[in-house]
């Protein structure tokens, strides 16, 4: 086991031995830091961690905009649990260690024939990382990449590695499947998994009364439908992503150069620093780059049409609503900025997800609808975010567990019908909260 009080790797270094997530906005002291490579290592240190008093905690790569991974006590580190571990083709699973990233099981499925059925936005979280969070792309019939789970590892208070799928300990993986590091350090994963498939994709700009006014057909007739609307304009780009039967079609070279890193990466990048220096600016600006958007389809490879590299630094809050209240919601989302001085440079994204059995799982029993904010890295969001969340809440709205938010134990009980059911599940497993930072004792209670 590789022992360090210096953090390199995934997660950010910070200044003597600190760690800071991916947006900056999070920065912690653990007063140790430990890489296992194994479940017998990873138990050692939960161990001694518990013999020292340290609390402990696992990070991923630190993509999480909440504090879900910060701790001043044991910090795990994620890079050396890290690999694929067994393929079954005949039981459609593939299993791999904690720490591996979602980019490492992408191509590697790929090399294999093999995929996820659904994916978020990027792929550089660890496997751990994100299902802890409920990490999920958009769906109609497909859910988040903890849906996807059929078996894990975990390694308890107690330092004993626990096996759970549907067959085994069935009450513990109901929870841990999406457990916040709560109930314990995932070691390894188990996905389901399929043939590689190939998608098509349909980008095309609609406007926002378009788009509001056709959710439901849109959302019903495709397999993963989802769209942006660029805040002080009425315009949206909207994105079907459906199964085809190739052939392949990616985008060409240049071209998806230019959409995927000048237009989204590099001009935008431009465009936001400009707005943060002069944020009058922002509406104009808005109104030029959502006019410059253009229609394209492709054909490719799961990963290849879900996920693209986001190089802009930005902080976000995410809400899940019930599906029902979510064109209500998005339209006072719009009066608000009409109303106010907020200068939003960052586009709002909505997705879609079926309901999931995840105790946890922001699509736990209810079909769902997400809308997401997000303003560049170093502009005030915190009167935009507020107002927005208080909207969100009026409409019984679930936070993002690694996306900015105040919600407290209180409101989670009240909007999570199997909130109970989980305590209870970590006063069993942690009942001196080994696993506890100030997050968990601000969304569990203490
Ligand atoms: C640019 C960007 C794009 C994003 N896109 C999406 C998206 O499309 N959809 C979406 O839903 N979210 C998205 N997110 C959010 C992100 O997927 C989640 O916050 C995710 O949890 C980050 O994974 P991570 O590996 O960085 O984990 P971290 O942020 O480091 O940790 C997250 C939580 O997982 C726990 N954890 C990590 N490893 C373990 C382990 N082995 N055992 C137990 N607990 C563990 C940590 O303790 C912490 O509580 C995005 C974030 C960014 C910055």
């Known amino acids: 086991m590789a022992v360090t009080d210096v953090i390199g790797g995934s997660g950010r270094r910070g200044s003597g031995g600190s760690w800071r997530n991916w947006a900056g906005n999070v920065t912690a002291c653990p007063a140790r830091t430990v890489a296992p490579a194994s479940a017998e290592e990873l138990a050692a240190a939960v161990r001694t961690a518990a013999a020292d008093g340290l609390t402990v905690k696992a990070a991923g790569t630190g993509h999480s ?3 879900a991974a910060a701790t001043d006590g044991l910090l795990i580190r994620p890079e050396r649990l890290t690999g694929i571990r067994r393929i079954d083709r005949a039981a459609g699973t593939v ?18 024939g093999l995929s996820l059925a659904n994916m978020g936005d990027i792929m550089e979280q660890t496997v751990s990382g994100a299902i802890s969070t409920g990490t999920h792309g958009t769906g109609r019939d497909s859910a ?6 059929t078996a894990l590892e975990l390694v308890t208070a107690d330092g004993s590695v626990l096996r759970c799928s549907a067959e085994e300990n069935p009450e513990v993986f109901a929870g841990a499947r999406l457990g916040l590091g709560a109930l314990g350090v995932v070691s390894e994963l188990t996905f389901a998994v399929e043939p590689e498939f190939l998608l098509t994709a349909r980008e095309e700009p609609m406007s926002f009364d378009e788009v509001t006014g056709r959710f439901d057909e849109l959302a019903a007739e495709n397999e993963h439908f989802e769209f942006y609307w660029f805040p002080h304009t009425g315009n949206c780009n909207t994105k079907r992503n459906n199964r085809s039967q190739g052939p392949a079609a990616p985008p060409g070279r240049v071209s998806g150069w230019i959409e995927d890193e000048l237009l989204s990466n590099g001009v935008f990048q431009v465009a936001c620093a400009m707005g943060r220096a002069v944020p009058a600016a922002i509406p104009g600006i808005a109104k030029i780059s959502s006019r410059a958007l253009s229609a394209r389809t492709y054909t490719d490879i799961p990963y290849k049409v879900f996920t693209s590299p986001r190089r802009v630094r930005f902080v976000e809050m995410e809400y899940a609503l019930p599906r029902a209240a979510a064109i209500e919601a998005l339209g006072e989302l719009k009066a608000l900025v009409e109303r106010s001085d907020f200068k939003v440079s960052f586009p709002v994204e909505v997705r879609t997800a079926p309901a ?5 799982s922001t699509a736990s029993g209810r079909e769902t609808v997400y809308i997401a904010v997000h303003m560049y890295r170093g502009t005030p969001f915190q ?13 019984e709205g679930r936070p993002h567990w690694g996306k900015l938010h105040t919600r407290d134990a209180g409101y989670l009980a009240e909007v999570y019908p199997r909130f109970g059911e989980f305590t209870a599940l970590r006063d069993r497993l942690d009942p001196e909260r080994r696993f506890a930072n100030g997050y968990l004792r601000q969304v569990l209670g203490d």
Do not use: C, W
């Not at 999931?356 to 946890?360: E, H, K, N, Q, T």
């Not at 009167?383 to 409409?395: K, V």
């Open 144 to 149: 988040s990449i903890a849906a996807q789970i």
């Open 95 to 112: 299993t791999v260690a904690a720490g591996t990233p979602l980019k490492v099981l992408n191509r590697t499925l790929s090399a294999h």
């Open 65 to 67: 905009f909440t504090p």
């Open 356 to 360: 999931d059995d995840i105790a946890l």
């Open 383 to 395: 009167a935009y975010f507020g107002a927005t969340e208080r909207i969100m809440a009026a409409h």
